[in-house]
């Protein structure tokens, strides 16, 4: 019912930048929070940056100052703003989204299958 797509991951050294977009199709009423995690190897998955329907946002301490994330709420897409890379940030990132689907009384959660963000030194 709901599709989230990545792009814009790859390779990069440290200090480069990238910048991240996951659009989200499918029976959409609206999309309340939107948000970014990533997971690297033999770690848990955590919140990299989030932002709600009304544009207040929230970010993970590593990444304060050097990320932002945006959204266009007529495309239905969030964004990622990467700058002054490290390579602990190499991780899989991962789009999340709260959905309403038409029809329905509340959202629920819906998740990307990942871009793979590689930072080498």
């Known amino acids: 019912q709901v599709q989230l797509v990545e792009s814009g991951g790859g390779l990069v050294q440290a200090g480069g930048s990238l910048r991240l977009s996951c659009a989200a199709s499918?029976?959409?009423?609206?999309?309340?929070?939107m948000g970014w995690y990533r997971q690297a190897p033999g770690k848990q998955r955590e919140l990299v940056a989030a932002?709600?329907?009304?544009?207040?946002?929230n970010y993970a301490d590593s990444v304060k100052g050097r990320f932002t994330i945006s959204r266009d709420n007529a495309k239905n897409t969030v964004y990622l703003q990467m700058n002054s890379l490290k390579p602990e940030d190499t991780a899989v990132y991962y789009c999340n989204a709260d959905c309403v689907l038409s029809g329905a009384a509340y959202g629920m959660d819906y998740w990307g299958k990942g871009t793979l963000v590689t930072v080498s030194s």
């Open positions: 932002i709600t329907s009304g544009g207040s946002t």
């Open positions: 499918g029976s959409i009423f609206s999309i309340n929070a």
